[in-house]
């Protein structure tokens, strides 16, 4: 459950904390997270600086070294990385470490081996371009949401349409449950159920809550072990209004959030304000 915002917290810290640093060394401690040896990796990232920007596409984040290399970084679903000196104790979850030549380095850990590390070309790099939309990132008019939304051949349920990397990336379970709150609507409503204003209604859920979420550093849950650079959690997770909340009060109409299986997980919603 790392999706856009927590991996867009990561970019930004990145881009704060390790450009302009030399690879010093880059040890594989888990063959696990990337195709790559040891040798391989120190072979042609020796001496390289981090330069340019830290970019994201998706939920991949993309480092580029001045030797022409581009580093590919996927979290998956509890994966981070850490910033840490090099004196510090290696924590087992610990899948690949990155010396610098000055200031430490920096580590992968999984927690459920989701996480992925390769050397892509800049045409590789090119190539991950996903083909859904990034709220975070592309400013849409509510005609051309309203276009997206009738794309599918046909209709869907709101819920598998913020959930379809296709059509917007980096929304899941978590994300899509707090957006259809937001903007008032039910997961089972049907894409082409919609009147103009619950459109607007729910781009505008959409850019607010993704925003929202980066702006509180993410969400830490127990499954997803989300951390920063540093090791602090997020803090959405306070701000969550009915993901994980069944049996609380909804903060809407003050009465209990309910919670219904939805493609074999938990969908959060308020029976009386979402329609």
């Not at 063959?31 to 390289?48: D, G, I, K, M, Q």
């Not at 899948?95 to 992968?108: A, D, H, N, P, S």
Request: glycine content about 8%; proline content about 4%.
């Amino acid at each position: 459950m790392i999706e856009s915002p927590e991996v867009e917290v990561v970019r930004r810290e990145l881009e704060r904390e390790v450009l302009d640093r030399r690879v010093k060394a880059v040890e594989v401690l888990s063959e696990s997270v990337t195709p790559h040896s040891s040798a391989e990796l120190n072979e042609r990232l020796e001496r390289a600086k981090i330069t340019g920007e830290v970019s994201r596409q998706g939920l991949l984040l993309l480092l580029s070294f001045d030797n022409g290399e581009i580093m590919g970084i996927t979290l998956g679903a509890g994966g981070h990385l850490r910033r840490q000196p090099n004196r510090d104790r290696v924590d087992p979850a610990t899948r690949l470490v990155i010396t610098f030549t000055q200031y430490g380095g920096l580590r992968l850990l999984d927690f459920k081996e989701g996480a992925r590390l390769r050397l892509l070309s800049p045409e590789q790099a090119q190539e991950q371009q996903p083909e859904g939309i990034d709220p975070l990132v592309t400013s849409l008019s509510w005609t051309d949401f309203s276009s997206l939304l009738a794309t599918p051949a046909r209709p869907v349920y709101l819920k598998a349409f913020l959930t379809n990397a296709g059509a917007i990336i980096g929304v899941g379970d978590m994300y899509a449950d707090e957006i259809l709150f937001n903007a008032g609507l039910r997961h089972d409503r049907l894409t082409d159920s919609l009147g103009r204003q619950e459109i607007r209604r729910l781009w505008r859920a959409i850019v607010e809550v993704l925003h929202d979420a980066v702006k509180y550093r993410g969400s830490t849950l127990e499954d997803n072990h989300f951390v920063s650079l540093s090791g602090e959690p997020g803090a959405y997770q306070n701000h969550h209004n009915v993901f994980r909340r069944h049996g609380r009060l909804s903060p809407r109409s003050r009465r209990p959030i309910a919670r219904v299986k939805y493609r074999g997980r938990w969908t959060y919603y308020c029976e009386q304000s979402q329609v």
